[in-house]
């Protein structure tokens, strides 16, 4: 299973952009793929999940209601369309993948992990 995340950057608050995490090597159908990040100094924190069995979706208080995912099966890409971003916000974006459906957003649940991705917002 591999994963590769882009797309970050360096954006103003209140600025958007649109993570992507192209997978391989795994059945796209049956895995669950969440999205996570880690600031300096901070545990990694999982923001969002979606898996295509029972079509779930999960999503992280903090980032509930401006962050979106979503996926293109037939490119086995997951998307995060980040919108309304904030200064906290700014950490280092992983994807990762584990088999079945979002349990959690816990780091624990998912066995296979990306590179990240650096999203700094600042004015």
């Known amino acids: 299973v591999q994963l590769q995340a882009s797309g970050g950057g360096l954006v103003h608050p209140g600025g958007s952009l649109r993570l992507s995490c192209a997978t391989s090597g795994l059945s796209f159908n049956t895995y669950a793929i969440g999205w996570f990040r880690q600031a300096p100094g901070k545990e990694r924190e999982g923001i969002s999940c979606?898996?295509?069995?029972?079509?779930?979706?999960m999503y992280s208080d903090s980032v509930k209601g401006r962050f979106t995912i979503s996926k293109d099966n037939a490119k086995k890409t997951v998307y995060l369309q980040m919108d309304s971003l904030k200064e906290e916000d700014t950490a280092v974006y992983y994807c990762a993948a584990d088999h079945g459906v979002c349990w959690s957003l816990g780091a624990g649940d998912f066995a296979s992990w990306g590179q990240g991705t650096q999203v700094t917002v600042s004015s």
């Open positions: 979606t898996s295509n069995r029972e079509q779930h979706t």
